[in-house]
């Protein structure tokens, strides 16, 4: 399938990880469950509505890289991941340079990591970068290799991949779980050991996407739960470190169903046997110890916070140009504020930082 058989409203900019995947490949309720492949999961129905009392406006605290860093060469030309540790230090997989950019929370720049190329050390799409036990795990997606690099950014051994994925999770004791480009039922996501062996597989997309690409992210959670989120449908599954589905979620948001009516409406067949999919439904996710979040795209940016069984909590909010395109999400708790990192694609390639506005507004006014 070519990128040229997908309708997506996204800038080009934002295509390359779409175009590699899809080349090869308020209150919470219970409804009715559904069958999903072999296994019977109830759906959460989380209904989000936008009120006054959970609607909190957001405002730039800050971006970078800064005009400072660019002409110290240290700019982004197409930056697709975005990943923190636990220090805070941010983590930038940019796809056009082939490079990690480090940056400290604050903004400051760091460090570069990799390169173009197939050796050690060298990058060819360039993925998801991840702090763990053995160093900086960074998913080389073309070179089908996870390299492993140290707090100086200097290369130190590698795991080459059996297959092609295009994210991955870690686990706290290190094991590694990948998003698979292509996969049969039950395969969705691997469960890499350290030397790059495949010890399982497990994963199913919910039955109403059983013939539609499972395009989206995963995520570790604060107890190794995986959750993945579908990019152009509003479902959220979660599992269980061995596989065992624990929670499906539904989000019931207008705005949403408005946008996946539509895609609907305009979904068809095209030369190929591909399907047009439409625009994107969840732009990102991220999630720490109090539960998820959703970067969500329309007239605003919006973030949606839920706990982690599927209550709704509030939306965040911020105002901003027609072609503001942020297509990653990292939430941070500084001081015992939520700080918000947006991964823009356009009009700039850069991170921009934003935290709670004081004065509030209602959304929508």
């Known amino acids: 399938m070519s990128m040229s058989q997908i309708t997506d409203n996204r800038p080009t900019s934002c295509f390359c990880l779409a175009a590699f995947v899809m080349a090869i490949a308020a209150i919470a309720g219970i409804a009715a469950s559904i ?13 989000v509505t936008s009120l006054p009392s959970r609607s909190r406006e957001l405002r730039l ?11 110290n060469d240290v700019f982004l030309s197409r930056a697709q991941d975005l990943s923190s540790d636990s220090r805070g230090r941010i983590y930038v997989s940019d796809v056009k340079t082939s490079q990690i950019f480090v940056f400290e929370r604050d903004g400051r720049f760091v460090m570069k990591i990799g390169r173009p190329g197939q050796g050690p050390g060298e990058f060819n799409l360039v993925g998801r970068a991840l702090s763990t036990a053995r160093g900086l795990a960074v998913l080389d997606r073309s070179n089908a290799r996870i390299q492993y690099f140290d707090e100086r950014g200097q290369f130190v051994n590698s795991v080459k991949l059996t ?4 994210d991955m999770a870690i686990g706290r ?8 480009v292509r996969y049969a ?10 030397d790059g062996r495949i010890k399982t597989t497990f994963g199913h997309p919910p039955k109403a996407l059983s013939t539609r690409p499972g395009l989206g992210w995963l995520k570790a959670g604060p107890g190794d739960e995986i959750i993945f989120a579908y990019w152009f449908y509003p479902f959220i599954q979660v599992y269980s470190p061995n596989g065992e589905l624990l929670r ?11 946008r996946l009516a539509k895609n609907e409406a305009r979904a068809k067949t095209v030369p190929g046997g591909a399907r047009a999919i439409g625009e994107a439904i969840i732009e990102a996710i991220d999630v720490d110890d109090e539960g998820f979040y959703v970067l969500y795209r329309d007239k605003r940016i919006e973030i949606l ?9 509030k939306t965040y909010w911020t105002a901003q140009a027609p072609d503001y395109y942020p297509i990653r999400l990292l939430v941070l708790n500084e001081g015992g504020q939520k700080v918000f990192y947006l991964l823009q694609a356009t009009p700039e390639n850069r991170i921009d930082v934003f935290i709670e506005e004081q004065t509030k507004r209602v959304l929508g006014s």
Request: net charge negative; hydrophobic share 40%; aromatic share 12%.
């Open 61 to 71: 605290l800050r971006s970078f890289p800064t005009e400072k860093d660019e002409t």
């Open 35 to 47: 069958p999903v492949f072999g296994q019977e999961m109830a759906v959460t129905k989380i209904n």
């Open 173 to 180: 004791d290190g094991t590694i779980f990948a998003l698979s």
């Open 305 to 313: 916070e839920f706990k982690h069984d599927g209550t709704y909590v």
């Open 185 to 194: 039922a039950g395969e969705m996501i691997s469960v890499i050991d350290a």
């Open 163 to 166: 297959k092609s994925f295009s």
């Open 248 to 258: 499906l979620f539904e989000l019931q948001y207008r705005p949403i169903q408005a």
